[in-house]
């Protein structure tokens, strides 16, 4: 039986060229069982009529927030209410702005306050707008908010131009509602440790390194929304912790490793993005140590190595490393595979352009313990997030 079976799908449809498309997607959802309420902006309007929703869903079409198909029902309410998905699509440009400061301007646009429903958008849209940095600052905002997004795919627009905003495939949007209603990784704990780790010099200096979290978050985001219940363990960033998350921030290796021990028995996979410390001054000077003519050397001892702890210790768990490599890349990545007790890795060649610390896009390779490997191609993080988690489903789930 589908997941959508008896489910409540409001569909949100907004004034762009892909609107014919949500006949498709009303379709598809209505044959797997969805009860479907149409809901269409007047823009929509311009691209598509009610006849066509109500022929395919055979229930009312909402256009207008004083509409009451219903006696003694305040439609928007009840349709709020009883609503298990709001999925817009298309999703203009517009739509996505009101959303995101919670303008309430018309029958959508209300339900989407009113409801505590998920929200499932994919938005379509000339190249440039989606790429505007308003859009984009309105989509971070949405999914901070918990919202889903079906990203556009690339290809050519009804505009001309080639690039970014088509609607996304319908089976893409259809898979994503089914995750929306049963995430795949739910009642899965999971461990991830993002960023850098700072070492001490004096009260002023330490030594660290240019992760800037971004890897590490991706996944603790991407993993709270497929459902798992995620620690995250960080060290220092400037980036805001991923909605639902469990935080826990340490600044020194040690600190990190004593945060891992704590949860580790309540977790059933850890996903170590951390650029931990391999080394730490021996000793910390109290106070600013003062600027002199004399040189300064300073003693390093080796931290302990987090992700090896927690291999001596494995049990049940299931984990997962990073290979920050500059040279023999898989070579390198394998013997981490090994002396850690790792499931898999992702070797990460920080070297490349566009690849590993502070960048949006990262290029890697998975690796298995069991021999396999699989080579990804430049992606962005929340890219590689999405595919990792689909491998640690299979290495959690074998069957499902
Ligand atoms: O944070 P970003 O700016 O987004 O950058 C992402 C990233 C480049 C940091 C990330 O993609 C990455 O490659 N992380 C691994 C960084 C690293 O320390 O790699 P490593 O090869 O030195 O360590 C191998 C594994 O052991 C890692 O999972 C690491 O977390 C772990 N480790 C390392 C040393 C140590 N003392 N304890 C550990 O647990």
């Known amino acids: 039986m589908s997941v959508l079976e008896g489910k409540h799908i409001l569909l949100g449809v907004t004034g762009s060229i892909a609107a014919y498309k949500a006949a498709d997607i009303a379709s598809k959802l209505t044959q797997a069982g969805a009860e479907v309420d149409v809901v269409l902006t007047e823009h929509a309007r311009r691209f598509i009529t009610e006849v066509t929703f109500r022929a395919i869903t055979r229930r009312p079409v909402l256009t207008d927030l004083f509409d009451e198909p219903e006696e003694r029902q ?89 690039g970014a905003g088509k609607l996304a495939d319908t089976s893409t949007i259809l898979a994503t509602v089914e995750a929306v209603l049963n995430p795949p990784l739910r009642g899965v704990r999971l461990l991830v440790t993002a960023g850098p780790t700072e070492e001490p010099i004096d009260a002023v200096r330490h030594i660290s390194n240019p992760s800037s979290g971004k890897m590490g978050y991706a996944i603790a985001e991407e993993a709270a929304r497929q459902g798992a219940r995620v620690t995250l363990v960080t060290g220092p960033t400037l980036l805001e912790p991923p909605a639902g998350v469990r935080v826990i921030r340490v600044r020194t290796a040690q600190e990190m490793l004593n945060a891992c021990l704590q949860v580790y028995d309540e977790v059933d996979v850890v996903i170590a993005t951390a650029a931990v410390s391999d080394y730490r001054p021996a000793e910390v000077w109290q106070g600013k140590r003062k600027k002199g003519e004399e040189e300064w050397t300073i003693r390093l001892v080796p ?47 920080v070297s490349q352009e566009g690849s590993g610390f502070r960048s949006d896009t990262n290029r890697v390779t998975f690796l298995w313990a069991d021999g396999r490997q699989e080579s990804l191609p430049l992606m962005t993080k929340r890219e590689v997030a999405h595919r990792l988690l689909d491998a640690v489903r299979e290495l959690v789930l074998p069957s499902g």
């Open 74 to 162: 305040i439609a928007h309410i009840h349709l709020a209410k009883r609503a298990d998905v709001l999925l817009i699509a298309p999703a203009t440009a517009n739509v996505l702005a009101k959303l995101a400061v919670g303008i309430a301007d018309d029958l959508l646009t209300t339900l989407a306050l009113a409801t505590q429903a998920k929200m499932v958008i994919a938005p379509a849209m000339n190249t440039a707008m989606w790429q505007h940095p308003a859009t984009q600052h309105n989509v971070k905002v949405l999914e901070g908010r918990g919202a889903t997004f079906v990203y556009p795919a690339e290809g050519m627009l009804a505009c001309g131009d080639v």
């Open 303 to 349: 931290n302990p190595d987090i992700l090896h702890t927690l291999g001596e210790r494995k049990g049940k768990h299931v984990l997962v490393g990073f290979a920050a490599e500059t040279q023999e890349l898989l070579h390198n990545a394998q013997a981490k595979l090994r002396e850690k007790n790792l499931d898999m890795i992702v070797a990460n060649d």
